[in-house]
Structures are given as structure tokens and as C-alpha cells.
């Protein structure tokens, strides 16, 4: 084995990326921490896989280098399915952020949720895990008292921050109730900053931009786009050229073109070259480029085939005239499909549902680019 198959490949995809291997993003985490620093709510959107919650984490990291009374509590809603669970996340995240040990932690939700009895259990991996058992009449206090926590925390002096990821997944559970209970009371934590962040656009945008919902305009709203190409070159280049000398900077430009400049797709593609790189010292590096885009189109062809199999007729032909039609003009009256304006627009909507297209302006994009591709080789 020689001595480079033992180098760490440092693009790493389909989890948080943060530390080392998190490129870039300076203005974004400096802004963020200010308006935390500020104690302003924040709605942060983009397109899936573009980066949020790396980005999120990563600013909590940069907070918590330069302020050592620094909390983040974090609530991913893509694991919650109902009200208690959001409950009891926000409390363990306040027990651990309130330097609580598990003895503390039981009594003090014994003073302070008066009559309600706290279980502690253990989870597979040995954590303690608060539960309460509480009765439908029980619930509104318990609510509010658990919502406060975060402004309890920063009455104590700490800068809080309190990241509610996926937010939009909130929907499943009595969604605008559960909003207005919440914007009750949080619209009071003058010291407290709430980080909304999500991906599903329609429903996230209706969530903060209409004026009939409870959460309408509660924070800043950021949009967060891809990672420009001159910030993420040096990351590409220098890091392929360690392995594999020719590369220079139009491979790494390539990569990004290639991936449409999303991160998620140049990580997964850069973490493919980089392993041919190291396995093939000889080839070019285009040569590795077109190697690992089709070593991904490969591997993924039987997921690809799989999702087009469940689509119906009339999905499967938006999708031929989204590839044709670039994403826009789908109700042009040179229809060859031959599809009502009612189908398309009820495909259209499924296929958003489903995940495999988002709608940005009047474009219609396909959120896996690699899908894309393997659908143009094979329509
Ligand atoms: N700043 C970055 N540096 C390096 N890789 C990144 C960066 N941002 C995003 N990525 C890549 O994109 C992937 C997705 O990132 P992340 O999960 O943070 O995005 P997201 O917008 O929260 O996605 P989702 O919509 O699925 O929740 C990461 O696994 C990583 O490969
Ligand atoms: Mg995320």
C-alpha cells in the first residue's frame, strides 16, 4: 500500500460538515454571529443541501471560540413528530447548557414543573434522557415554562442562540397552533436569538411571508446561495494537488462546473476524484473528472431507476419536458406532450413533494444533479 491511500479524503458530503473541512462562508458566519451577538431572530433558507446547518454549526463554533458564556440549543424538527418531543428536546438542550448534571436536572424540573413527574431514562448509548409524563390539561403550562428556558438561560448572563432546524417539518403537527403558542412566547425573549432555518421553499416561505401566519416576519430573512467558485477554488485545488500534482485550478473549476456549484455535488464529486487520484498517480486529471462522474451516474443508477419507476405517466413526461424545455415554458402552447395544463400543473406539484424538483422564480431545477444526468443519458 503506498503511502498516499493512507491520506484522509478531506471532502467529505452527506453529513454536517464543520472545522476543517467547511470551506469558506466568511461573510455568512460573521453576519450570523452578529445578529446573534444582537439577539435578532434570523429565517434562513436555501435549496436543499446547499449548507444551512453546517453553516449554522460551524457560526456556533466561531461563537463559541470568542465568547466563553456561549449557548446553542439545538432542535432538528426532522426528528420531532410532536409537541412533547419538541418539549423535551428544548429542555435536554437547556439541561446541558445549563451545566446541569442529571440529579440537578431531575430537581429543578421538579420545582419548577410543579405537580408533573420527570422520568429519566437511559438511552442505547448510555445518555440520560429526561421524559415527562404529562396529561393533555397539564400542557399549556408545561409549554410556556419549557419555551422560557432559553430566556431563563439568558438572564443568567449567557448569549443564546436557539437553532430550530428543518422548522418547516413543524407542519405535521398542528403547525399554525403550535406557531402561534410559540411566537407567544418567544416574542418576548428580548435576549434570545431563534435561528429558523429550512428547505421545502413553498412552505417555509408561507411560514414567514404571509402576513396571516403567526410567525410572519419574526426575524431577518437570509437567503443563502452556493459557495462562489473563487471561494471554493483553493479548497479544491490545493486539496487534489496533494494527492495528484497536475491538478490546477481549471480542474478545480471543472469540478464546480460539473456539480452546478451546489455544495453537496461538489463535495460528493471532489470525494470521488480525490480517491482516483489516489489510486491512479498517472492518469490526467480530466481523465478522473469524467471517471468519477461516471462512477456516481453508476452507483446511483439503480436509486435513480428505482424513483423513476414510481413515478406516474404523467410525472415522468414533466420531467422529459422539464430536461427539454430547461426548466421553464412548460405551459407553452407547443405542447407536444400532449398534457393538460391541469396535469402538468398537478405533476409539477408531486414531483416538488417528492422532493426531486424545486421551483425557484418561474424555473423549475432538479434538486439531485446527478438525477438530472442520468435522466438526460436515458429519456
Ligand atoms: N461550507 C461547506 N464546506 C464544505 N462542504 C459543505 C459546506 N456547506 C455544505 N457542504 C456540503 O454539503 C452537504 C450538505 O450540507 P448541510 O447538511 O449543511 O446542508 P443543508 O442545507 O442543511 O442540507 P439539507 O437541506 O439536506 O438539510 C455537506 O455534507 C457537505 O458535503
Ligand atoms: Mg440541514
Known sequence: MSRKTNIENPFLYGKVVTGKYFVNREKERQEIAREIEQHTNIILYSPRRYGKTSLVLQTFIDLSLKHKDFSALIVDFYTITSKEKFLLRLADEYGKNAGLTLEKLIRH??????????????????????????????????????????????ETGKLVAVFFDEFQETHHFNGQNFQKELRAIIQHHSHVSYIFSGSKHHLFETMFENPENPLYRIGKRM?????????????????????HPQFTEKQGEEIYA??????????????EVFNLAVLKPRAKPEELIHQAV????DNKSEEFGFIFEHLNRSERLTLEMLIKKDGQGLFKKDNQYILAPSTIKKALTNLQQKGIIERRGNRYHFQDIFFERWLRQHL
Open 223 to 243: 437567503e443563502l446561495g452556493k459557495i462562489p467558485l473563487e471561494n471554493y477554488l483553493p479548497f479544491l485545488t490545493q486539496n487534489l494537488k496533494k494527492v
Open 109 to 154: 424540573f421538579k420545582t419548577f414543573l410543579t405537580g408533573i413527574v420527570p422520568i429519566i431514562t437511559v438511552d442505547a448509548m448510555g445518555n440520560p434522557r429526561v421524559e415527562i409524563q404529562m396529561t393533555p390539561g397539564q400542557m399549556p403550562l408545561i409549554f410556556e415554562q419549557i419555551v422560557n428556558l432559553p430566556q431563563k438561560l439568558a
Open 258 to 271: 460539473q456539480a452546478n456549484g451546489i455544495p453537496y455535488y461538489v463535495q460528493m464529486l471532489a470525494h
Open 294 to 297: 461516471n462512477d456516481i451516474l
